[in-house]
T-cell receptor
Framework: QKEVEQDPGPLSVPEGAIVSLNCTYS??????FMWYRQYSRKGPELLMY????GNKEDGRFTAQVDKSSKYISLFIRDSQPSDSATYLC???????????FGKGTHLIIQP | NAGVTQTPKFRILKIGQSMTLQCTQD?????MYWYRQDPGMGLKLIYY???????DKGEVPNGYNVSRSTTEDFPLRLELAAPSQTSVYFC??????????FGPGTRLTVL
């Protein structure tokens, strides 16, 4: 079983729809959870960051972490064509070592 | 601030050649990281550094070397390039041990 599972998609939705992106993980030591957005041929851009369980909202984006289920989600409200990108979940435990990434979900918002 | 910069943007190497991928950050971050991203995959950690003079291996270090003589620079060295090292390489940095900020990447092809 891979440490972080993420459906690669593609996920295609109409403009204005609510998008739900998810990851599951197996390592109970993960404490920090992030969502990155990556446009084609660009570097990952930090979108949302959550520590431990709970919700965090930033504009049209909401991140949820359920540590008991080892499940994290990213919701995008009022989706726009400019939201079309690959969304990578990432997580880590305490300490200075690197992030563990999912494979990324390719999201397409149809105008 | 320019953030994290990487050079070159693109490079084609022949099998057995060597090269150094450059990474510089101007945010005075202590922690720096190198990842590789293969097509359709998430990022995998190659090496990381917690400060000048201190480096450690990540998940996929074989075939690579790093050094960290200054806070700003964290070069990645490929000594004997192999086709399996064809990938996109990302450098990241952070002042904390949770979120990381990525450069634009170096696209490397080994033929």
């Amino acid at each position: 079983q891979k440490e972080v599972e993420q459906d690669p998609g593609p996920l295609s939705v109409p403009e204005g729809a609510i998008v739900s992106l998810n990851c599951t993980y197996s390592n109970s030591a993960f404490q920090y959870f992030m969502w990155y957005r990556q446009y084609s041929r660009k570097g990952p851009e930090l979108l949302m960051y959550t520590y431990s369980s709970g919700n965090k909202e930033d504009g049209r984006f909401t991140a949820q972490v359920d540590k008991s289920s080892k499940y994290i989600s990213l919701f995008i409200r009022d989706s726009q064509p400019s939201d079309s990108a690959t969304y990578l979940c990432a997580m880590k435990g305490r300490g200075a070592d690197g992030l563990t990434f999912g494979k990324g979900t390719h999201l397409i918002i149809q105008p | 601030n320019a953030g994290v910069t990487q050079t070159p943007k693109f490079r084609i190497l022949k099998i057995g050649q060597s090269m150094t991928l450059q990474c510089t950050q101007d945010m005075n971050h202590n922690y720096m990281y190198w990842y590789r991203q293969d097509p359709g995959m998430g990022l995998k950690l190659i090496y990381y550094s917690v400060g000048a003079g201190i480096t450690d291996k990540g998940e996929v270090p074989n075939g690579y070397n790093v050094s960290r003589s200054t806070t700003e620079d964290f070069p990645l060295r490929l000594e004997l390039a192999a086709p399996s090292q064809t990938s996109v390489y990302f450098c990241a940095s952070t002042q904390r041990t949770d979120t990381q900020y990525f450069g634009p990447g170096t696209r490397l092809t080994v033929l």
